[in-house]
């Protein structure tokens, strides 16, 4: 069975699985943990070449969570949720009512959130069916648009990155290329700019370069080159998989450090960059933010304690580039490691 097959690829899983016919939704939420608490993780909303590639990627990025969850010190566990796009028109308030119900029947053992595809909007129609959400929009009394924090973590461990790899505080004229200038990757551009640095971006859409170049100053280039050009920081702010074995060999920059999740194709992928003298910021120590900030709605939400939370990212990121040096060991095994000892901290 595919399902279990993928489970045990992975070594661990717990999947829920509903098809709703009505409302056209097709939904997957992974589990991969709840040691710390409830798992917490965001609902994306895509397209996906068959369900196989969903179920893929709901039970990768729930592992992520988990992790991400621990290294950031947040008591939850970690699970995500995939909801497969409808083709052609669909109505969105049903597919998100009929989302919002699973979610409900799990009891409070997975909250969600907004990730790729989804808004604060969705979020606050899946609060009109349970409680288990965050990332409602403000008015709601939830903490809106994660990505902002997101972004602000992101520009943070960039910062740790930077002082530990060229022992310097400031960004100015750093050059930083920025791979997708969604959500997050606008706002890191905004952070970035507000620092000093020189930016080049890329994405599918000409419509989001624009207005970064027209803000920020920034270089657009095609996205076939943005991982060749050479530069201090490579920032992935697109898509998954983005390091692997046709890549590093082109790529041209210090440091890799960015938004996007599970950016290493494989595991070894992290090795291969540390022997190429490149620094990775391991993805889901950086790009926390979002998940402080949601975090914090479930605990009354208070902006500047979620602030405070997140520019300890800097510290996260480097004390593992730190522990990386002086155990010489690739900074993706060691951000595995720290993580891994919190939850066998509390088995
Ligand atoms: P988004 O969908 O708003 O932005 C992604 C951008 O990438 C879009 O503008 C898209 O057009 C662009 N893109 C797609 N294909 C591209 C390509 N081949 N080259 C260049 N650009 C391309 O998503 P987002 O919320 O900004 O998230 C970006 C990444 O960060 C995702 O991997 C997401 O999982 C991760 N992430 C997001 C958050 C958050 O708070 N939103 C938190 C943690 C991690």
């Not at 604060?120 to 939830?142: K, L």
């Not at 920081?233 to 390091?243: K, R, S």
């Not at 090795?271 to 914090?296: C, E, F, K, M, S």
Request: proline fraction near 3%; glycine fraction near 10%; include cysteine.
């Amino acid at each position: 069975m595919a399902v279990l097959n993928h489970m045990r690829n992975l070594g661990y899983g717990e999947v829920f699985i509903r098809h709703n016919a009505a409302s056209h939704l097709n939904a997957i939420i992974a589990i991969h943990s709840s040691l710390l608490g409830p798992a917490l993780g965001g609902c994306r909303l895509a397209v996906y070449p068959d369900d196989d590639a969903a179920l893929h990627d709901a039970l990768r990025l729930a592992e992520g969570m988990t992790y991400k969850a621990a290294l950031a010190g947040l008591d939850h566990g970690g699970g995500k949720a995939v909801i497969i796009e409808p083709r052609g028109a669909f109505d969105r308030h049903a597919l998100f009512s009929a989302f919002g119900d699973m979610v409900h029947q799990l009891g409070g053992r997975y909250y969600t959130a907004e990730d790729s595809g989804t808004t604060p909007e969705d979020m606050h129609v899946i609060r009109s069916v349970t409680p288990y959400v965050t990332g409602a929009t403000i008015g709601d009394g939830g903490s809106g648009d994660p990505s902002p924090f997101t972004a602000l973590g992101v520009r943070c461990g960039i910062q740790a990155c930077i002082k530990f790899v060229l022992h310097q505080d400031s960004l100015t004229g750093l050059h930083i290329c920025v791979q997708g200038v969604g959500s997050v990757g606008y706002h890191l551009c905004r952070e970035l700019h507000a620092m000093g640095a020189r930016l080049t971006v890329a994405d599918t859409d000409a419509n989001k370069t624009a207005r970064v170049a027209q803000e920020f100053g920034a270089t657009i280039v095609s996205v076939s080159d943005i991982a060749q050009i050479e530069c201090d920081v490579f920032a992935p702010c697109a898509f998954g998989g983005i390091i692997n074995d046709i890549s590093i060999p082109q790529l041209r920059c210090r440091i890799i450090a960015g938004a996007a999740n599970n950016q290493l194709a494989m595991e070894h992928h992290g090795d291969v960059l540390a022997a190429r003298g490149i620094t990775y910021a391991p993805d889901y120590a950086i790009n926390a933010g979002g998940l402080i900030n949601v975090a914090q709605e479930l605990k009354g939400y208070r902006e500047e304690i979620a602030r405070s939370r997140t520019l300890k990212i800097f510290d996260t990121i480097w004390n593992i580039l730190e522990e990386a040096k002086h155990s010489n060991i690739a900074p993706h095994r060691v951000a595995a490691r720290i993580a891994r000892n919190r939850l066998t901290s509390v088995k």
